[in-house]
């Protein structure tokens, strides 16, 4: 017995035009290929009004359709036009009448649009004055059908599409159109919950952040004042007996409180981000490579462009001073380093910094978490700078063998991934 060929997917031709043994076969084919379609730009897009928009394209086309919007609640349970798809010009070039209420979201709005329903043109408010006055704008549109989107028990939005004939949607088409906007709901759910997890993720880094901080104040302090008391204890005791050695000790005492007083300081300044005030991300680096040259290390700091340089989101500064901060702090203290190259530049749409040292390198095969703890002792560490990238929706390369130096890459996206969802 002769099998049907299966159906691609993909192939929105051979859905238009497969023509199996009996109608239901086809219609069954037909409907599961375009189930797939539309899940599968719902899978793929991120942002939610760019997936309303490859949805309409496709549902419209399928179902030989002409037209298509979608209305979304906004926070407040606002209607807003989300996604629109060939309006007729009497529509598309009076924006006022796609705003403010109508039959389909009065009833959606009220739990009445249980189901898919065809709206003739006189009772849809949109479309009625444009029969009345058989303004040849409308294109002829004489129904269109709403389709309520929830997710679960919660309402989303609606979604409608129209034909410019006086043909009704089969109950078939609106079972279609009911699947549809399910699976529309749940992917603007699943992308709501995403972005919020993503906010969520950046005030727990920022409560960390000032945790570490204070941690940091108080680790400085607490080991400063030990070490000075140590000091001045030796002199004390030294004082009558051997005072040479007792002003020796009074002057690492002294030496040691101006390091400590130094260190409180800037992690004071930390708090604040004093260093990104009324400066842009090149300058406010510039002034870091500045201020962490040593006589024994040499550190150069250059970017790209050098003029023009783009106003950057403030979240997006501070991670990447944070970055650039952590890493040559980490360089200087545990790399014994001649030289720090410090590399700020711009490719493809992300924000690139690099951080490469010559000198005496690591196994990053073999840092585990408690080992990057270490390598940034006292400071957020490895860990802390691979956090703050993540977070941002970019990525850490670190390029390390023993003898060979370090390269620290960081590479963060200008418009973060997600934040439109």
């Known amino acids: 017995m002769e099998t049907q060929p299966e159906t691609p997917a993909t192939d929105e031709a051979a859905i238009l035009h497969t023509q199996p043994e009996t109608a239901s076969l086809s219609r069954l084919n037909r409907d599961v290929a375009i189930l797939s379609i539309i899940a599968g730009h719902l899978n793929r897009k991120i942002d939610v009004h760019e997936a309303l928009q490859e949805v309409l394209?496709?549902?419209?086309?399928?179902l030989e359709l002409q037209t298509g919007w979608v209305w979304l609640l906004d926070e407040h349970e606002k209607p807003y036009l989300a996604a629109a798809q060939s309006l007729p010009p009497y529509l598309a070039d009076y924006p006022e009448r796609m705003t403010g209420s109508c039959l389909c979201l009065d009833t959606f709005l009220q739990g009445d649009l249980a189901g898919a329903a065809n709206i003739n043109v006189l009772r849809c408010s949109r479309?009625?004055?444009?029969?009345?006055?058989?303004?040849?704008?409308?294109?002829?549109?004489?129904?269109?059908?709403?389709?309520?989107?929830?997710?679960?028990?919660?309402p989303i939005g609606v979604l409608n599409v129209a034909s410019e004939d006086w043909r009704e949607l089969?109950?078939?088409?609106?079972?279609?159109?009911?699947?549809?906007?399910?699976?529309?709901?749940?992917?603007?759910?699943?992308?709501?919950?995403s972005a919020e997890h993503t906010r969520a993720a950046a005030r727990l880094a920022t409560i960390e952040e000032r945790n570490r901080l204070a941690r940091e104040i108080h680790d400085t302090l607490s080991q400063g004042l030990a070490a000075i008391t140590l000091q001045l204890e030796t002199a004390d005791a030294?004082?009558?007996?051997?005072?040479?050695?007792?002003?020796?000790?009074?002057?690492?005492?002294?030496?040691?409180?101006?390091?400590?007083?130094?260190?409180?300081?800037?992690?004071?300044?930390?708090?604040?981000?004093?260093?990104?005030?009324?400066?842009?991300?090149?300058?406010?680096?510039?002034?870091?490579?500045?201020?962490?040259?040593q006589e024994t290390i040499e550190i150069e700091f250059h970017y790209t462009p050098?003029?023009?340089?783009?106003?950057l989101q403030q979240r997006l500064e501070t991670a990447i001073y944070r970055i650039a901060q952590e890493a040559l702090a980490n360089a200087c203290?545990?790399?014994?380093?001649?030289?720090?190259?410090?590399?700020?530049?711009?490719?493809?749409?992300?924000?690139?910094l690099t951080v490469q040292d010559d000198g005496s390198g690591f196994q990053p095969d073999e840092v585990t978490k408690e080992a990057m703890g270490e390598y940034g002792s006292g400071h957020f560490g490895l860990?802390?700078?691979?956090?703050?990238?993540?977070?941002?929706?970019?990525?850490l390369c670190i390029q390390s063998e023993p003898g060979t130096g370090t390269c620290l890459y960081v590479c963060i996206p200008l418009e973060e991934r997600g934040a439109n969802a």
């Open 57 to 62: 394209v496709h549902v419209t086309r399928l």
């Open 127 to 154: 479309l009625k004055n444009a029969e009345r006055d058989k303004d040849p704008t409308s294109l002829g549109l004489r129904f269109h059908a709403s389709v309520p989107i929830n997710a679960g028990e919660t």
């Open 170 to 193: 089969v109950e078939e088409e609106l079972q279609l159109l009911r699947i549809i906007g399910d699976q529309i709901g749940l992917a603007i759910q699943r992308a709501r919950l």
């Open 238 to 293: 030294l004082v009558m007996t051997r005072p040479e050695r007792a002003q020796d000790a009074v002057r690492r005492a002294l030496s040691l409180a101006r390091g400590n007083l130094e260190e409180a300081r800037r992690s004071m300044v930390d708090l604040r981000a004093a260093y990104l005030h009324n400066r842009t991300l090149p300058e406010a680096l510039a002034t870091l490579v500045r201020d962490m040259a």
């Open 306 to 311: 050098t003029a023009n340089f783009p106003v």
């Open 333 to 352: 203290k545990h790399a014994n380093p001649d030289h720090i190259a410090l590399t700020l530049e711009i490719e493809d749409s992300e924000l690139c």
């Open 383 to 395: 860990i802390g700078i691979s956090e703050r990238a993540r977070l941002l929706g970019g990525e």
